[in-house]
């Protein structure tokens, strides 16, 4: 049987009943039948007979002997004690989580074991004082109940020396709800300890953790304590007693009486406090340093760091970033192979057409690399305020997601426009497949754009809706239409007119697919409309005149042609047939 002081559920003794009943779960050999009785009779501040109770214990005696008599805290243990001879004469008795000045000494029996408590209110305070130096008030929080009564004048005697260095608040006489009230208007500096609170002076009881959480939600101090069963939520910690040691050691001599032992040969020396345990919570609320803790303390409830709880998120954006760098190391070697290829495709006649696509991309250098700035500016924009972010106290998850989402589509862009420029630098031969003339054209757009968009020319494409297929090299094809339209921005950028246009049309004509670019510039000397397709012909001060001519070639590899002629309102307009696929 396990005998309650005041009732089942009020803290600490709770806690120590719930933990001792684990305790012997585990520990005991044999199928174990426990009882629980409160000794409600505690509870009643005036003087309560408790013949009723005394009876109600006869009564059940008389149908069922008990083979052990567990009595968890002060008052259950004076009951047992004070009724032992009329009750439980021979039936061994453990009086524990009782402290040792509550034990009547003279009284035990060889029957009786007691696993007690040595109170130490003194290093309590000391604890409070080392966390809080500046500390000038404390606020003891105790009950009216007989049993809380006598500790009162306990911590009276106990604190007195303290009385030099702080000021002691006593809410004796005072109902609880009033002590609520002044702990809600403390003055600074102050500190709640918290001592019992089962009965209040109007006689109300407060069962389970109501009083000290109703305390917790109003007070504006830290709250300390001197028993873990306590800790958890509230209590900001220090030494306090193990609940968990207590009813390991409450379970052994249980187990050991079980087993035949005689309870008055089992010593057990007085528990005194455990190693000091805070909670990292409320260590962080009240802006207590650790390093005040004493040596050897535990902290409870600490945080996960920002790696421990993003550790994946943290280890994503990380290769992000190398895939960032990555991207950007390629993007110089790419650069360098091109510059290095650009050099030997001048010397050797027979890559001609691969020199040609080179010179190109080698005046669309600045223009690419404009495009390149955009998404990788972004990309570092967003590391940095994840890095921001992730330095705070309480890192966005959302947010850091769509960051880590716009990261990756901007990394996603800067790839495209590296792998348009690969694909038509690479050195591949000729592969005809089955493309869409209109997909070609704006891909070279696309690679084109930096370039219109520097030298303010307006491009104007008339796709139609269905696909318009041929069979032909892809890379091949991009460069034809390359040509077409860097010859376009050259003449527009050597006129002085307000609109500088560009006119791009896909068709089928004549059961063949035709492509047509025109512009608006100074058109072609009408003397020389044969001679643009001519090898080594060319109209820039700098033209290789490479370029047309092996336009022409490619087109004509296609099984195609090509013709140039100016237009009436001025300019010049290439228009090229392929065969549909």
Not at 162 to 175: D, Q, T, V
Not at 466 to 494: F, H
Not at 520 to 531: A, H, M, R, V, W
């Amino acid at each position: 049987m396990i005998l309650h002081s005041f009732g089942q559920d009020f803290r600490p003794w709770g806690e120590y009943a719930r933990t001792i009943r684990s305790e012997l779960s585990r520990q005991s050999r044999w199928p174990l039948n426990i009882s629980d009785h409160p000794l409600v009779a505690a509870r009643s501040i005036d003087k309560n007979p408790e013949v009723p109770f005394v009876e109600y214990l006869n009564a059940l005696g008389a149908q069922r002997q008990h083979d052990l008599i567990i009595a968890i805290g002060a008052p259950a243990a004076d009951f047992v004690q004070r009724h032992r001879g009329e009750l439980f004469p021979q039936t061994p008795i453990i009086l524990t989580a009782v402290e040792q000045r509550r034990v009547r000494s003279d009284d035990l029996t060889a029957n009786d074991a007691v696993v007690a408590v040595a109170h130490d209110y003194a290093a309590v305070f000391e604890n409070i004082l080392r966390l809080l130096p500046d500390t000038q008030t404390i606020v003891i929080v105790n009950g009216a109940s007989p049993n809380e009564k006598f500790w009162l004048g306990e911590l009276k005697r106990e604190l007195e020396p303290f009385a030099n260095r702080i000021k002691l608040l006593w809410y004796e006489g005072m109902p609880f709800e009033a002590v609520l009230k002044e702990a809600a208007s403390l003055a600074p500096k102050s500190a709640i300890f918290w001592h019992l609170m089962n009965v209040d002076v109007a006689g109300v009881a407060y069962e389970g953790d109501t009083g000290l959480k109703r305390l917790y939600a109003v007070a504006n101090a830290p709250i300390f304590s001197y028993d873990d069963g306590f800790f958890g939520r509230e209590v900001v910690g220090g030494p306090m007693y193990s609940v968990q040691d207590i009813s390991q050691k409450t379970a052994s001599v249980a187990v050991r009486i079980l087993a035949g032992e005689r309870a008055g040969d089992i010593p057990v020396p007085p528990t005194r406090f455990a190693a000091p345990k805070y909670d990292w919570r409320l260590l962080q609320r009240w802006k207590i340093n650790e390093s005040l803790l004493p040596s050897g303390s535990q902290v409870w409830f600490r945080e996960a760091s920002a790696w421990e709880r993003y550790r994946s998120l943290i280890l994503l954006v990380s290769a992000v970033m190398l895939v960032q760098a990555a991207l950007i190391s390629g993007l110089l070697y790419q650069r360098r192979r091109t510059q290095a290829a650009e050099l030997v495709a001048r010397q050797r006649l027979t890559e001609l057409a691969r020199v040609n696509r080179v010179s190109t991309v080698g005046e669309l250098t600045a223009t690419i690399a404009h495009e390149l700035k955009q998404p990788l500016g972004a990309i570092l924009a967003n590391a940095e305020t994840m890095e921001a972010i992730l330095k705070s106290p309480s890192p966005d998850l959302n947010e850091l997601q769509e960051i880590v989402s716009d990261i990756c589509r901007d990394d996603r862009r800067a790839d495209d426009v590296i792998e348009r420029v690969r694909a038509l630098l690479q050195k591949t031969p000729f592969e005809p497949k089955i493309v869409d003339l209109n997909d070609i054209v704006v891909e070279t757009l696309e690679l084109l754009s930096g370039l219109t968009v520097s030298r303010q020319i307006e491009i104007a494409y008339s796709r139609p809706p269905e696909p318009l297929t041929v069979k032909g090299d892809p890379v091949q094809l991009q460069q034809v239409l390359l040509n077409l339209i860097v010859n376009g921005v050259d003449a527009l950028s050597s006129k002085r007119v307000s609109e500088r246009r560009i006119k791009i049309g896909t068709a089928t004509v004549d059961r063949q697919a035709e492509l047509y670019v025109s512009d608006n510039g100074p058109g072609i000397d009408s003397n020389k409309l044969n001679d643009v397709f001519q090898t080594f012909y060319s109209t820039k001060p700098n033209g290789m005149g490479m370029g047309l001519s092996i336009v022409r070639t490619i087109v004509e590899a296609h099984n195609g042609r090509i013709t140039a002629e100016n237009q009436p309102g001025g300019g010049a307009v290439f228009r090229l047939r392929l065969p549909l696929a």
